[in-house]
């Protein structure tokens, strides 16, 4: 099947058939959307949500949840129309209708009461059935809970209006001197009142009361708070007699049980209740007029309002979790936190000089790339170019869309630039939008099986691309010679180009004048309660590359100098750990006790043989045969700890189908305990969709720490379309995010213990300190001579999970023996186990 679009100045066939891409690209299955009628009862409903949205003043927010289109629906039924069709003149009109406003109303009071029941009430029926994880009987638990309930009581919430200036990609950033605090507002838990005052732009800000009666400092979004108060000697006084703090964003968060939905004040302060504060703050701030600008009582009030709305919300969060008994689980990620809190207050240190050379390695290896891409140019753009001397047609391998149709069949357009005159004169060419038509032709069989790489990415949209995710699976499954060599220099360019501005640009453009980068740790995003990065992304620094030869960490050093030493200490394989704390599997448990080469055994099993004599082929003769089939080993386990089917499996290890199946039939039979845990996951979510939420679409599974996750069922899909298909949990989410929350939660009481000793030996006399954490592991900058004495602490507080645990009630009947391993290095590119390097 040929297809040829035609244009007025050139139509160029590409004869090349890369049916081999399409092959090896993985087939999806594109969406197709039904749509149905809306009663009057559901158009109220629709539009009082968007209306809840945009009262809190994101009216793009209010517009993706269909404000206008609703409001203009309702409305037009009833004669009314505003003057103006924008969303806000249909907020305004919404907003004074009695109909939508008694909507609102009942779904504010819906939203604060389904909270509440689903910590509380709607527990009593599940948490005594046979697959609860969340355990209440527990003596400890109740003990512990009681024990916060008291301290907790003992509170005071603060909040803080600051100067705006942006600095290093921070909207009003701590760590720039040009932004102060202007406003200081609290409510001490003896009265509750709020109180404010403005402060000195030079001096001591404080004005806060005496913090010796107090034990919990609470605010929303308190970190943004706590980086401008952090090294006061007041709060690191509060901190060090074990002052703890309450996040109401983190609260609400883990109330909701990680899902998605707006964490602003305004929108809390909405489903809880309570009145809204005055936009002309906000307004201000958008016209570019700074905070000590504004008029000062306006300032006062608007700060006041700020801490009585999040007094009001602390204190409804608060009886919930207490009579949900989740205070010790909630206190638990706030001392993470702080610890995070710490981390991103010390940042961390680039060696600028280092970065400079990393940075022209990159280029001249990126400009090699090209070069080599250009002499693989298409024959289809030289025969282009060969029919008119005067123009030059080239072939934009940064264009998604040329990729696409060029290696799955399509047309693109292509740019041309004039060529320099001919009559000896030299010049650059000057460019031009002219555009010529290029069609690329395909195998129909090719483009009807394979979608022409097409990927699903969410319900009611398809995206076709040439994505890493295709280019990589052509790259391992294409025939194709050339075609491997030419995907793979796409692959290294982008790599490069990738890392040059994440990381190599932000570490140059973020660090401040003394080398350090402030980099910003997020605990509401993901839904495994994983942390997120951002300014730069720290969580995912490659360390070393196949597509250059330059290691990124390098330039990650001490700010101690030649005698600093940086640290990373990781836990080892966390997520089978924690799957045998989570399901008790007894062969499991066992050979976590015996220090069993989990890969090893799986292999054993999979070629019939003892698994001493696989340890010994692998670890000790170290035959290349062995250790490739021990990789393929180790890499079904993680594919099928994050939920992979059988065939992505295959894709990605190699093994075939039938010997992942086999695979996948000896693991249950070897560790019965595993698959049994996750049936009773299942079961929990598909109970709760059922008895509790009110809605059938979700569903949520507690953990032993009672901290809630919930799932969202969605659609199986079908080969030609999702209309009226069958909706379920997805497989992957059900076997990935149980584990992956437990870790999170693992590391985040581990960090607080941590940060808790630091804060004890002040920073081990200011020699040592929290710089990050990456997933399972955590990182110190030290001086040599304190070096040591930080990683025995390191060692043995990651370790001590049950120590960690038992005593806030958790009920676990056997814990494995969690491990970690620790590295030390002059640069995070060059670390060696600790005992290696200090021994050198």
Known sequence: MRRVVRSTLACVSFRRNYGAAAAAAPAETPDVDGAESTTEEALVSGLARAVLVGMTGDLKAARSKGLVPLARAYFDKNGVRPVVGSAGAYLELARGDETVVAEVQRVIAERSQVTRNLVTTELEPLWESDYACFRRDSPLLLSRNAELTAKIDRYLVFDFE??????????????????????AAWAHHSDGQPCVQRVAETGDWWCFPDLSDVDV???????????????????????????????TMYAEFLLRGHREGSLRLDSLALNYGFDLKDSAISDAWKAGIDTPDIDQTLMEEYNKQDVAVTRGIFRKQFECLRDGLRLPMVTGHMEGLLATTEMEFRGLYVDQEHLKELRALAKTREDEIKEELVQREPKEIKELNAQDDSRVFEFNWDSPNQLRCWLFGGSCSVLSAAKAPSDGAKGKKAPTNTKAQLTFEVGRAAVWKQRYGQRYIAPGSVVPGATQEVLESIRARADDEELRTLVELILQRRQIRKIDATYLDNFERLADDDGLVHHQLNHCVARTGRLTSQNPNMQNVPRETTTADFPVKACLTSRFGDKGVVIESDYSQVEVFVLATLSQDSNLLQELRMGTDLHCKRLALKEHMEYEEVVKLCKKVKDPVWVAKRQQAKSFQFQRQYGAGKNAIALNTGLTVAEVEELIDLEERTYPEVASYYKRVHSCLEDTSDRTTGDPDFGWYDAPTGCRFFFKKEDEGSMFGRIGGKKAFKRQLVLNHPIQGFAAELLFNSLGRLWRRFVELNNYGDRAYLVNTVHDCVWVDAHEDVAQQVIDDLNSILTAVQETFTPQGVQIEEWPQYRCETHAGRNMASLDLAYKFFSA
């Open 162 to 183: 600051t100067t705006t200036k942006v600095s290093r990609k921070r909207i009003a950033s701590p760590f720039d001197s040009d932004n102060r605090i202007v406003y």
């Open 217 to 247: 400092l609470v605010g929303h979004n308190i970190k943004f708070d706590l980086l401008y108060c952090w090294n006061h000697p007041k709060i690191r006084e509060f901190f060090k007699r074990g002052g703890m703090v309450w996040d």
